[in-house]
């Protein structure tokens, strides 16, 4: 069954733009990707796996997200950092009326100031996306590994 | 024999050497991690029912912790008698037996040697002699207890029993956080870019706490005003500190100019991160344990977890979080635990900096192993006090290491 093209091109375009925001030092649009009440949790494959509920990064809602960027920009001390992603395979399932799951794989990149690059993060985002706004009601970053090189600062 | 000799001031200088020598990172798998001390293992509740396993290691030495199928304790070396492979290549589970992979020699929960494939040969040819030693170089097994929930392992038959090496100062402490069966919420680890001891350090100097972390003070979470205190042991070795409730009103840091007061007050939009129910009854809002070698209990609001610190090299080191509340908890108190785990790990709000902090360190003396740190807030003394303001329970660390070490 396939799915509606120009649904498929519209996600990967708001995938896409979460990324470039990110990755260009914009975390003050980070909240407005997601809907009002919108969830954000990283997780691990391990966690989940066994039914665990523990988040790295748990956001509910955008106060809670704008929260995090304030203290990223205010209060916490981290070496300056940059993420690359990439994200690609974007499978699609309508869900109901208005609202699709998507399932997306990334890889992010992480480089320091003085250059070295490592993979930080690699997994599945995994949707739910509300068509209408075309805003996160949730994603959940499912990482693959157990292992966070040193701190997570800025969100993947 | 080590041929370090330390610096003449005794424990209020730390030399870097420590951090970096590869003789020194040898000797403390020896002295300490394999030596009489007691290591945490893992909680009880990761192993639910008879038969089931983890595993973990003691410094570098990894470990298996299995329940036998009556339900009691044991750990082991996770290493063949054979050819010396890992038995056990699974995180966790049940098992019935262990059977190393390479050549399928069989363990059970206990660690003891059932089974020798072909043991006898074939048809009269091959196998293994009839005075064979199988058994001479079996997995080392541990002695283990375990404390409210907590599982610790020891490979030496000297050290005295759990509670007694906690001794008295720090262990009502660690049963006050511990008054229920646990419940696992979930783990990760972090990944430190520095020696084991400078995390050790780090936990138990009480003076960082509210200067590193801006979000604390930013927040008057946490700021050395309020009222706390700390607790060390008689032999230095494990400290716990703990800070209570109350709202801080006070502006020491302001007109000291500190950076971490800021120039402006900041708040939270969402504070449902921050909202703490008393849930033990005595209005502390934060208290962060260590035990000798590397332990780290915390409750930070209403989160709670242990720490497991695993050297990794003289310049990594793996920090094992388990995160846990109560099994009778309801769906209320479990969400907000969730959420204060915001508080902590490697994206806390007041932990991300620790990783970072340490890692600093280590890179800061990559040219001085002659050079050494200046731990003198506080005076010289390591003891239990009412003040915060003080490096009494880094100088403890320090000075049981130097018992361990014989440095």
Same mark, same amino acid.
């Given at each position: 069954?396939?799915?509606?093209?120009? @649904?498929? %091109? &519209? +996600?990967?375009?708001?995938?896409? !733009?979460?990324?470039?925001?990110?990755?260009?030092?914009? =975390?003050?649009?980070?909240?407005?990707?997601?809907?009002?009440?919108?969830?954000?949790?990283?997780?691990?494959?391990?966690?989940?796996?066994?039914? @665990?509920? %523990? &988040? +790295?990064?748990?956001?509910?809602? !955008?106060?809670?997200?704008?929260?995090?960027?304030?203290? =990223?920009?205010?209060?916490?001390?981290?070496?300056?950092?940059?993420?690359?992603?990439?994200?690609?395979?974007?499978?699609?399932?309508?869900?109901?009326?208005?609202?699709?799951?998507?399932?997306?794989?990334?890889?992010?990149?992480?480089?320091?100031?003085?250059?070295?690059?490592?993979?930080?993060?690699?997994?599945?985002?995994?949707?739910?996306?509300?068509?209408?706004?075309?805003?996160?009601?949730?994603?959940?970053?499912?990482?693959?590994?157990?292992?966070?090189?040193?701190?997570?600062?800025?969100?993947? | 024999?080590?041929?370090?000799?330390?610096?003449?001031?005794?424990?209020?200088?730390?030399?870097?050497?420590?951090?970096?020598?590869?003789?020194?990172?040898?000797?403390?798998?020896?002295?300490?991690?394999?030596?009489?001390?007691?290591?945490?293992?893992?909680?009880?509740?990761?192993?639910?029912?008879?038969?089931?396993?983890?595993?973990?290691?003691?410094?570098?030495?990894?470990?298996?912790?299995?329940?036998?199928?009556?339900?009691?304790?044991?750990?082991?070396?996770?290493?063949?008698?054979?050819?010396?492979?890992?038995?056990?290549?699974?995180?966790?589970?049940?098992?019935?037996?262990?059977?190393?992979?390479?050549?399928?020699?069989?363990?059970?929960?206990?660690?003891?040697?059932?089974?020798?494939?072909?043991?006898?040969?074939?048809?009269?040819?091959?196998?293994?002699?009839?005075?064979?030693?199988?058994?001479?170089?079996?997995?080392?097994?541990?002695?283990?207890?375990?404390?409210?929930?907590?599982?610790?392992?020891?490979?030496?038959?000297?050290?005295?029993?759990?509670?007694?090496?906690?001794?008295?100062?720090?262990?009502?402490?660690?049963?006050?956080?511990?008054?229920?069966?646990?419940?696992?919420?979930?783990?990760?680890?972090?990944?430190?870019?520095?020696?084991?001891?400078?995390?050790?350090?780090?936990?138990?100097?009480?003076?960082?706490?509210?200067?590193?972390?801006?979000?604390?003070?930013?927040?008057?979470?946490?700021?050395?005003?309020?009222?706390?205190?700390?607790?060390?042991?008689?032999?230095?070795?494990?400290?716990?500190?703990?800070?209570?409730?109350?709202?801080?009103?006070?502006?020491?840091?302001?007109?000291?100019?500190?950076?971490?007061?800021?120039?402006?007050?900041?708040?939270?939009?969402?504070?449902?991160?921050?909202?703490?129910?008393?849930?033990?009854?005595?209005?502390?809002?934060?208290?962060?344990?260590?035990?000798?070698?590397?332990?780290?209990?915390?409750?930070?609001?209403?989160?709670?977890?242990?720490?497991?610190?695993?050297?990794?090299?003289?310049?990594?080191?793996?920090?094992?979080?388990?995160?846990?509340?109560?099994?009778?908890?309801?769906?209320?108190?479990?969400?907000?635990?969730?959420?204060?785990?915001?508080?902590?790990?490697?994206?806390?709000?007041?932990?991300?900096?620790?990783?970072?902090?340490?890692?600093?360190?280590?890179?800061?003396?990559?040219?001085?192993?002659?050079?050494?740190?200046?731990?003198?807030?506080?005076?010289?003394?390591?003891?239990?006090?009412?003040?915060?303001?003080?490096?009494?329970?880094?100088?403890?660390?320090?000075?049981?290491?130097?018992?361990?070490?014989?440095?």
């Amino acid at each position: 069954m396939g799915t509606d093209p120009n @649904l498929q %091109l &519209a +996600v990967e375009r708001l995938h896409a !733009r979460y990324a470039h925001a990110l990755d260009a030092d914009r =975390l003050e649009e980070w909240p407005r990707f997601f809907t009002e009440n919108g969830r954000y949790r990283i997780a691990t494959a391990e966690n989940e796996e066994r039914g @665990l509920p %523990l &988040a +790295v990064l748990y956001a509910e809602g !955008r106060a809670m997200m704008r929260d995090r960027v304030q203290s =990223l920009r205010h209060a916490n001390i981290y070496e300056p950092q940059r993420y690359r992603h990439m994200i690609s395979s974007v499978l699609l399932e309508p869900v109901d009326a208005g609202v699709v799951r998507s399932s997306a794989n990334f890889i992010v990149l992480r480089i320091m100031q003085d250059g070295d690059t490592v993979t930080f993060a690699s997994g599945r985002y995994v949707d739910r996306i509300v068509l209408s706004e075309m805003q996160y009601e949730e994603r959940v970053v499912i990482c693959d590994s157990r292992r966070f090189d040193t701190l997570l600062a800025i969100p993947l | 024999m080590l041929q370090r000799a330390w610096p003449a001031e005794g424990v209020t200088r730390v030399p870097y050497w420590v951090y970096q020598d590869e003789e020194i990172y040898r000797e403390e798998q020896t002295r300490i991690f394999r030596g009489p001390t007691w290591n945490y293992l893992c909680l009880e509740a990761e192993l639910p029912e008879p038969t089931s396993f983890i595993t973990t290691f003691v410094g570098d030495m990894p470990v298996v912790v299995a329940r036998d199928p009556s339900g009691a304790l044991h750990a082991w070396e996770n290493r063949c008698a054979h050819r010396g492979a890992l038995v056990c290549m699974q995180r966790s589970g049940t098992a019935e037996r262990f059977r190393c992979i390479y050549h399928n020699w069989t363990y059970d929960h206990a660690g003891n040697l059932t089974q020798v494939a072909f043991r006898n040969g074939i048809g009269g040819k091959g196998g293994m002699p009839a005075d064979a030693k199988l058994e001479s170089q079996s997995p080392k097994k541990l002695r283990v207890e375990s404390i409210h929930g907590l599982v610790f392992g020891t490979l030496s038959d000297d050290v005295a029993s759990l509670e007694a090496y906690i001794g008295p100062e720090v262990l009502p402490r660690l049963k006050r956080v511990l008054v229920r069966p646990l419940k696992v919420l979930g783990a990760y680890t972090q990944v430190l870019p520095n020696n084991w001891k400078l995390y050790m350090d780090n936990v138990k100097d009480t003076y960082h706490a509210s200067l590193l972390h801006l979000f604390f003070t930013r927040f008057r979470i946490n700021r050395l005003t309020q009222k706390g205190g700390v607790f060390v042991s008689h032999d230095g070795a494990h400290h716990c500190t703990y800070t209570e409730m109350v709202e801080d009103r006070g502006d020491d840091y302001e007109k000291d100019g500190m950076r971490s007061a800021g120039s402006q007050a900041f708040r939270l939009e969402d504070a449902r991160v921050l909202e703490q129910v008393d849930e033990f009854g005595d209005r502390v809002a934060i208290q962060i344990l260590s035990l000798f070698p590397g332990f780290v209990l915390h409750q930070i609001r209403n989160s709670l977890a242990a720490r497991q610190v695993v050297p990794k090299g003289t310049g990594r080191t793996e920090l094992h979080w388990t995160l846990f509340g109560f099994a009778d908890d309801g769906e209320a108190m479990t969400q907000r635990r969730l959420l204060q785990a915001n508080l902590v790990g490697p994206a806390g709000y007041i932990s991300m900096e620790d990783g970072a902090a340490t890692g600093f360190v280590q890179r800061g003396v990559a040219g001085s192993p002659d050079r050494a740190s200046v731990i003198e807030m506080g005076g010289a003394t390591v003891g239990s006090g009412d003040s915060r303001i003080t490096e009494t329970a880094v100088r403890g660390l320090w000075k049981a290491w130097r018992q361990y070490m014989h440095v």
